[in-house]
T-cell receptor, first 113, second 113 residues
Framework: EPEVTQTPSHQVTQMGQEVILRCVPI?????FYWYRQILGQKVEFLVS????????KSEIFDDQFSVERPDGSNFTLKIRSTKLEDSAMYFC???????????FGPGTRLTVT | KQEVTQIPAALSVPEGENLVLNCSFT??????LQWFRQDPGKGLTSLLL?????REQTSGRLNASLDKSSGRSTLYIAASQPGDSATYLC????????????FGGGTRLMVKP
């Protein structure tokens, strides 16, 4: 069964460093998303992406964040200068159409020290 | 702003019991509602998607209902098993292009053998 994959599973970085989280969405899906979950808190929406542009973004998704689909398979989230409060589990998701079921990857645990 | 609440926050039941998890949302202008399962430290597994025009969806021992006008959904699990132990999340999407999901805080379920 097709699934969303994410790499790395765990990333440790120092405050101020740039990180890139990678995702491979399900191959025939057209809509891509990033969410995050700070330990013990709700899953929060960051951004949705379709047709090579951002469809919607939350207040969390400020100028420190960017997304890119560099090729036909990968979807990346970049955090330019990480802060301690960026420590969280980051989930990538994809859906076939905009209002269809979203399928989530296993997540990348980001730890900022 | 949409708020999603799940009650109870935690539930412990003996194996074999039928149980109901509750989800409520403040803004009834939703497009669909999705139930997920999350195992500790893992990603989200989609269980059921209910479109706003539907009243319920069934998958195996799971049945989800939706009452859009009153802002409620329930997830019914029949004949619970220890393998059902996990956190169950509900999430709603707005009727717009971005398809962002707004999540509840989850119900942590433990099924004891």
């Amino acid at each position: 069964e097709p699934e969303v994959t994410q790499t790395p599973s765990h990333q440790v970085t120092q405050m101020g460093q740039e990180v890139i989280l990678r995702c491979v969405p399900i191959s025939n899906h057209l809509y891509f998303y990033w969410y995050r979950q700070i330990l013990g808190q709700k899953v929060e929406f960051l951004v949705s992406f379709y047709n090579n542009e951002i469809s919607e973004k939350s207040e969390i998704f400020d100028d420190q964040f960017s997304v890119e689909r560099p090729d036909g398979s990968n979807f990346t989230l970049k955090i330019r200068s990480t802060k301690l409060e960026d420590s969280a589990m980051y989930f990538c998701a994809s859906s076939e159409q905009g209002m269809n079921e979203q399928y989530f990857g296993p997540g990348t645990r980001l730890t900022v020290t | 702003k949409q708020e999603v609440t799940q009650i109870p926050a935690a539930l412990s039941v003996p194996e074999g019991e039928n149980l109901v998890l509750n989800c409520s949302f403040t803004d009834s202008a939703i497009y669909n509602l999705q139930w997920f399962r999350q195992d500790p430290g893992k990603g989200l597994t989609s269980l059921l998607l209910i479109q706003s025009s539907q009243r319920e969806q069934t998958s195996g021992r799971l049945n989800a209902s939706l009452d859009k006008s009153s802002g409620r959904s329930t997830l019914y699990i029949a004949a619970s098993q220890p393998g059902d132990s996990a956190t169950y999340l509900c999430a709603v999407s707005r009727n717009n292009a971005g398809n962002m999901l707004t999540f509840g805080g989850g119900t942590r379920l433990m099924v004891k053998p």
